[in-house]
């Protein structure tokens, strides 16, 4: 029987169960990630040291914060090498230059007469049929890869006020003092110039641009370390390809390239107009000449046309060439004219035998490509009754 007693002396007693501690749940940051990850995480992070007092909780950091200075400082490195490239004249040459300023990570704008703008898509460029919407993009620089002929008319097509006032131009025409004195006297003083030639094109350089030349001529550029910079970032395009600098002044290139390129194509286009065609039995020196056809014949006239008119070396290399091929044919044909006059002279002057008579008088009949008569014989001795 129970006694009773008041509530409040009545004890209810309940078994106790232990107390888990639950581990504090990870930040939502750290998870979904792999071991690797969390070790290098946490070596940016801070290190905390907590002290508890009667009226909160202090904390201090002994760490700087996360923060990667080299990895910002290389990107932005990287973004200052990459430039805005504007081609005018976006034909043949421009998109075979074209391919490689894109493969490293510049942005390409293009202009051209003709609608190239699929190409231009294809290659990752932004084509403008207007020019006013080309210089409104203000370019870094300003690549003209028209051709000689036209270099001129195209240049004064664009409106150079919706430039920035220290655009670079660059022009990349195959003769040097031409191009040079109409940027100067064409362009406000504070554009900068460089004359540029790359010495190849899409069939020389087919299989890359490694050791093959590149000259320049830094005509004019600003005497402050942002556009000195922008050259040499430009330029540094053709040296990363393996191309061989060569820096020189725009009036020796063109004393050079009349008696290489000029020469060159002359050559080749007269060889193309012989019709030459290969042989069974070609050798190694005329299998040259075929490709020297095939190389120089790919590229336009007017690019040949323009190497005449617009250097004026080459009058003076064609004279030579001309004179070259009279002094050729004269040693021949004097060779030619001393073998006659043996055969005619000395062989008068011997009173050769009939047999020898026969062959002297045959014989400058036969360089003629004729059949000389067989000397009198009594077979052949025409008998004429009157």
């Not at 749940?25 to 009667?54: D, E, I």
């Not at 362009?187 to 110039?193: A, K, N, R, T």
């Not at 009349?258 to 050798?283: C, K, S």
């Amino acid at each position: 029987m129970l006694s009773s007693s008041t509530p409040s002396s009545l004890r209810l007693h309940q078994p106790t169960r232990p107390h888990r501690r639950r581990p504090p749940s990870p930040p939502a940051s750290h998870q979904f990630r792999s071991p690797a990850s969390s070790v290098a995480s946490r070596r940016h992070l801070p290190s905390v040291r907590t002290r508890r007092g009667g009226g909160g909780t202090i904390r201090a950091i002994d760490a700087a914060q996360p923060f990667d200075y080299e990895s910002r400082a290389a990107g932005l490195l990287e973004e200052r090498q990459r430039l805005k490239i504007a081609i005018v004249g976006f034909g043949n040459f421009g998109q075979f230059l074209a391919r490689t300023f894109a493969r490293q990570g510049h942005t390409l704008l293009a202009h051209s007469r003709s609608d190239y703008s699929s190409v231009a898509a294809s290659l990752g460029a932004s084509y403008f049929q207007d020019p006013h919407d080309l210089c409104e993009c203000h370019p870094d620089v300003v690549l003209l890869a028209t051709s000689i002929l036209s270099a001129e008319a195209v240049l004064r097509t664009l409106p150079l006020h919706r430039l920035r006032r220290n655009t670079l131009f660059v022009d990349v025409l195959s003769v040097k003092e031409f191009p040079k004195n109409l940027l100067l006297t064409s362009l406000p003083e504070d554009f900068d110039v460089i004359c540029t030639h790359p010495m190849f094109g899409p069939e020389s350089a087919r299989d890359g641009w490694d050791g093959l030349p590149f000259v320049f001529d830094r005509v004019r550029v600003g005497d402050c370390p942002a556009r000195r910079a922008r050259a040499d970032v430009f330029l540094n395009i053709f040296e990363r390809e393996g191309c061989r600098m060569v820096e020189m002044p725009c009036a020796d290139h063109d004393a050079h390239a009349a008696e290489t390129q000029f020469l060159t194509h002359t050559v080749g286009r007269m060889l193309a107009t012989l019709d030459l065609q290969p042989t069974p039995i070609d050798t190694k020196g005329y299998e040259t000449l075929l490709r020297l056809v095939d190389n120089t014949c790919s590229d336009s006239f007017d690019l040949y046309n323009g190497l005449f008119m617009y250097n004026k070396n080459s009058t003076e290399l064609l004279n030579r060439l001309e004179s070259a091929m009279d002094s050729v044919k004269k040693r021949l044909f004097d060779g030619l004219h001393e073998v006659l006059r043996k055969q005619l002279f000395e062989g008068k002057a011997s009173r050769p035998t009939n047999k020898n008579a026969g062959d002297v008088r045959r014989k400058p009949l036969l360089l003629e490509g004729k059949a000389s008569p067989s000397p009198p014989t009594p077979n052949n001795t025409a008998v004429h009754l009157k």
